[in-house]
């Protein structure tokens, strides 16, 4: 690095976000995940003896997954190396397995490899990695907001031990928050911030535990506030309020949490805990969740769990569909919400779900026989059997009610698939 290098790194860092200046330098100043990181945890003790293996992160946001990797950085006397998923390919793994693989044989020191978002590698990508983390070439850590049992590779997974990071709860961004603004050298120790303690509270509560959306909210509102007459910094709840205007809501369309959720909702519903069904049905909308994908779930809800039982429940499951369509949102909040506390509080039942499986079982894997003659459609000629009074079919409303007549076909015959609840 020449002197125009390191110039220019130092304007960045002065530069750079607070939530990227803040970065905690140790970890004195790392705030949550004692259930990983407390004293005498594993994963800890793996650091502390710089005897780690290969790990991944996973957890949502702002939980500190990228400022744990860097503090193992610091701490081993590994050779560390960072890639991000989102814009490094193979032959970005192949360099630094090249390198990793000088290390070892020239200088006897290990590689720890730690890849950002590493959900966005694809499975070829993945594969490139695996024999290198087999074979201890080099220690993989890896850092990803989705599920990794879904989004990585088995044999990845296999060799990697899984350590969930938490939200951080609003007491730990709170701490976060006040060493921002002590801190002379990378926050803002040098202003007077007078912030009140509904701001506070504000900001900790509706950064959903992430804390770098609490950092970066913390930075606007000190950025867009003039000091006043005694230079001071005054932070109140309108001002905070502006510098955070929508609360962080963990949901990912495409990922696990979507699934969490709607199961959520979906379970809620079953329970007939109409609170609860309607704080998922909103969570999933204000996230920006298709509603047409709840009606879509709420008329099968409808069909699978309430049935018979109340067949209302499925007309009021298809008008909310018809009112969505014919409304838009935000409109449609209002019979979206009445369909939810409807399909709630409606008695629950799965006899159609249970005639429906049942009914499917014995036709995929059973004899199930010919339609008896008197049901077969009499409107052309069939062969003579000896049995002709089979075909003498009995009009229902002639008769007011078909008792002597079975409808089932002959293997079938007695079977029951809907039984009432």
Known sequence: MDLFDAIREKEMDKNAPLA???????FGEYVGQEHILGKDRLLRR??????????????????????LARLIAKTTQAQFRTLNAVTSGIKDIKDVILEASDNLGLLSQKTILFIDEIHRFNKTQQDALLPHVEK?????????????????????????????????????????????????????????IQMTSTASNHLCTMCNGDARMA??????????????QQNIIHIDLPIASESIQRRSIQYDKQGDNHFDVISAFIKSMRASKPDAALHYMIRMIEAGEDPKYITRRMMIFAG?????????????????????????????????????????????????????????KDILNHDIGD?????????????????????????????????????????????????EK
């Open 304 to 360: 699978e769990d309430i049935g018979l039982q109340d067949p209302q429940a499925m007309q009021i499951a298809t008008s909310c569909d018809y009112a969505l369509k014919n409304l838009g949102m935000p409109e449609a909040y209002y019979p979206l919400v009445e369909a939810c506390l409807y399909l709630s509080l409606a008695p629950k039942s799965n006899a159609c779900k249970v005639a429906l499986g049942e009914a499917k």
């Open 215 to 228: 950092l970066n909210a913390l930075e606007l509102a000190v950025l867009s506030t003039k000091p006043n």
């Open 371 to 419: 339609v008896p003659l008197f049901l077969q459609d009499q409107s052309f000629e069939k062969p003579q059997t000896d049995c002709q009074e089979e075909s003498l079919y009995k009009y229902p409303p002639d008769h007011h009610y078909v008792t002597d007549q079975e409808y089932m076909p002959k293997p079938l015959i007695g079977k029951v698939y809907y039984r």
């Open 136 to 192: 201890g070439l080099v220690t993989l850590i890896g850092a990803t907001t989705e599920n990794p049992y879904v989004e990585v590779n088995r044999a990845l997974l296999s060799r990697s031990t899984i350590y969930r990071l938490n939200p951080l709860t609003p007491e730990n961004i709170h701490a976060i928050l006040l060493h921002a603004m002590k801190d002379k050298e990378r926050g803002y120790g040098h202003v007077n």
């Open 46 to 67: 793996c650091i502390d003896t710089d005897q780690l293996t290969s790990i991944i992160l996973y957890g949502p946001p702002g939980t500190g997954k990228t400022a």
């Open 20 to 26: 990227s200046r803040m970065t905690p330098r140790n």
